[in-house]
C-alpha cells in the first residue's frame, strides 16, 4: 500500500534537503503532492501498480522553468523511494513514512 505522508530527502548539489510527500491512491492512480527544496511543490497524478507508480509529464522548476520528467516510485514497508528523471537532471528522493 503506498497510501500516506512521508518526510523525505532529496539529494541536491547542497547536500540532502528535507521536505515532504503524501500518496493517495485511488484504482489504478496515485496522486502525489511533492514539496521539497529544488523541486518546489508539485502535485503529480501517478499510475500505480503494486507497491510501485510511475508517471511523466512536465513541471515548473524555479531557475529552471518547465521541464520534461519521468517519475518512478517504490513503497517497501514504510521506506520510499522516488527518482525523476528529467531534461535538467535527475533528482533521487528518499523517505520514510510519518
Same mark, same amino acid.
Given at each position: 500500500?503506498?497510501?500516506?505522508?512521508?518526510?523525505?530527502?532529496?539529494?541536491?548539489?547542497?547536500?540532502?534537503?528535507?521536505?515532504?510527500?503524501?500518496?493517495?491512491? /485511488?484504482?489504478?492512480?496515485?496522486?502525489?503532492?511533492?514539496?521539497?527544496?529544488?523541486?518546489?511543490?508539485?502535485?503529480? /497524478?501517478?499510475?500505480? /501498480?503494486?507497491?510501485?507508480?510511475?508517471?511523466?509529464?512536465?513541471?515548473?522548476?524555479?531557475?529552471?522553468?518547465?521541464?520534461?520528467?519521468?517519475?518512478?516510485?517504490?513503497?517497501?514497508?514504510?521506506?520510499?523511494?522516488?527518482?525523476?528523471?528529467?531534461?535538467?537532471?535527475?533528482?533521487?528522493?528518499?523517505?520514510?513514512?510519518?
Amino acid at each position: 500500500m503506498v497510501n500516506g505522508n512521508y518526510a523525505i530527502y532529496v539529494n541536491t548539489l547542497l547536500g540532502e534537503q528535507p521536505g515532504s510527500v503524501t500518496l493517495r491512491a /485511488e484504482g489504478p492512480k496515485t496522486f502525489a503532492d511533492i514539496n521539497a527544496p529544488v523541486i518546489g511543490k508539485q502535485f503529480i /497524478e501517478a499510475q500505480v /501498480e503494486g507497491n510501485t507508480f510511475t508517471a511523466e509529464g512536465t513541471f515548473w522548476l524555479m531557475f529552471m522553468g518547465m521541464i520534461k520528467y519521468f517519475l518512478h516510485g517504490v513503497v517497501e514497508g514504510d521506506d520510499l523511494r522516488i527518482l525523476i528523471q528529467s531534461s535538467k537532471g535527475n533528482f533521487d528522493i528518499r523517505g520514510t513514512r510519518i
